[in-house]
């Protein structure tokens, strides 16, 4: 699945900082052995993470769907001297693949991976949140908001991935599957809070920054 035609990926792909080794090795290993490289989050989106990152420094950081780890390690680049990133999963397969990359990029003391339901997870985390990254099941995003909304720092970042989801958004809603209709209603919903603003990127598969007031 291509977001941009490839000549323009690469384009923009040249002209963005690079992408670091560790990243580079990660992202090959994805696509030659996992299901569902499409998933990850790639160059462009990943350099955006890491730049949002390093501009706001965060203490505390919250992933909510790990994949392979590319994003956390992005998310991670920014981070305070003591930040520290919990990530949350629910795929018992690929947790030694994130944390063998993780123990790799000397993180292990700073990034803590969960394997269960975000549900069960973000509760038992304590602390006020800088920066969210949503990118998990999509019909869960709007529970997912409500779980931290009120734990994000005035000025913290909540940024969900996908809501674009290759244009089936715009399909008429009794064509939309579950995942359609629970990304449109989480786009409706975070318009219509008066405590966030919103800015909705269409870098690659769609990113809705949403900036706690």
């Not at 786009?187 to 909705?200: I, M, P, Q």
């Amino acid at each position: 699945m291509h977001f941009l035609s490839p000549d323009l990926n690469a384009y923009a792909e040249s002209h963005t900082a690079q992408e670091p080794d560790i990243l580079r090795e990660l992202a090959e290993e994805t696509r030659a052995n996992i299901e569902l490289p499409n998933m990850l989050s790639g160059h462009l989106q990943g350099r955006f993470l890491s730049m949002i990152s390093k501009l706001m420094v965060p203490n505390l950081v919250l992933e909510i769907g790990t994949y392979t780890g590319y994003s956390a390690l992005c998310l991670a680049e920014g981070m305070a001297a003591d930040g520290v990133l919990h990530t949350i999963d629910i795929n018992i397969r690929l947790a030694s693949m994130v944390d063998r990359y993780v123990k790799k990029a000397g993180l292990q003391d700073r990034i803590h991976q969960h394997l269960a339901a975000a549900t069960d997870v973000i509760p038992q985390i304590k602390g006020t949140f800088d920066l969210v990254f949503i990118d998990a099941d999509k019909p869960n995003y709007s529970n997912y908001f409500d779980l931290v909304i009120d734990r994000v720092r005035s000025g913290g970042l909540i940024i969900a991935d996908n809501v674009l989801w290759s244009g089936k958004v715009l399909a008429p809603e009794a064509d939309q599957d579950s995942e359609t209709r629970g990304l449109v209603a989480y786009t409706c919903k975070v318009k219509s809070d008066a405590r966030v603003e919103n800015l909705l990127l269409p870098v690659r598969d769609g990113l809705l920054v949403s900036r706690r007031k």
